[in-house]
């Protein structure tokens, strides 16, 4: 921090009497320089201490939870040894509702677990989603609601008959297709992920539209740009 701090030229009375009005103003800058730098090295070296004051506190978090279990497997393996158990046996002490249950827990979590990345287009990811789209559309015993006694003729068709005979679905069920579809559009339109934003950081956008843009913006210049902008943030710039 020493080093980075430049001390700002002594004010000599005699030496700034002696100066062309030109050196004079010049002589300003050069102090009005000097203290601006200064003051960008303090905001830079502030922000920098909330940053990972941040991510420290988060840090932290992590480790707990991670010293958490890191106790509670102690604890589990100190329980097997005085029962003189091996740590593959811990299933004997479970009872059959606590296996049901974490059973039950892992089921949920895998069912409702979101698609990451390169997943979501993946081919379970895609029978997931399917299958969901099911449970929310009208069930049906067979046949149309229109005609009760299509359910036993369907039953006994040929299906080498396929697209012979007469399959036209019902009007119902084509309205809640063609509501499913909408449904689903909507949902498509309304999803956005979730970003976290910072308080801290710099307003260089008029609206959400020109952030997106700034954003691309920067992901394919910032490799040429941050340097100059830094210099000229600095006063340093050549």
């Not at 449904?183 to 309304?190: A, F, H, L, N, V």
Request: with cysteine; charged share 40%.
């Amino acid at each position: 921090e020493e080093e980075e701090e430049e001390e700002e030229p002594a004010v000599d009375e005699e030496a700034l009497a002696a100066m062309t009005p030109a050196q004079r103003r010049l002589f300003q800058l050069r102090l009005r320089l000097n203290q601006s730098r200064k003051l960008n090295r303090q905001e830079v070296k502030a922000e920098h201490d909330r940053m990972m004051g941040r991510k420290s506190g988060k840090a932290e978090l992590q480790q707990q939870r991670k010293q958490d279990r890191k106790d509670n497997k102690q604890r589990w393996a100190q329980e097997l040894k005085e029962r003189g158990l091996q740590a593959e046996d811990g299933c004997l002490l479970e009872t059959a509702e606590q296996a049901g249950q974490q059973y039950d827990h892992r089921a949920r979590k895998a069912k409702k677990a979101a698609a990451f990345g390169w997943d979501v287009f993946n081919q379970d990811s895609l029978r997931r989603a399917y299958n969901r789209r099911l449970d929310n559309l009208p069930k049906h015993t067979g046949g149309s609601s229109s005609d009760p006694g299509a359910a036993s003729s369907q039953g006994n068709s040929n299906p080498i008959n396929y697209g012979v005979e007469d399959d036209k679905p019902s009007e119902d069920r084509l309205e809640a297709m063609v509501t499913e579809m909408r449904q689903q559009d909507e949902k498509r339109k309304k999803f956005s992920r979730r970003r976290t934003e910072y308080s801290e950081q710099d307003i260089d956008y008029i609206n959400d539209r020109n952030k997106v843009f700034n954003k691309k913006i920067k992901r394919a210049f910032d490799k040429y740009t941050v340097e100059i902008r830094q210099n000229l943030e600095r006063g340093t710039a050549l």
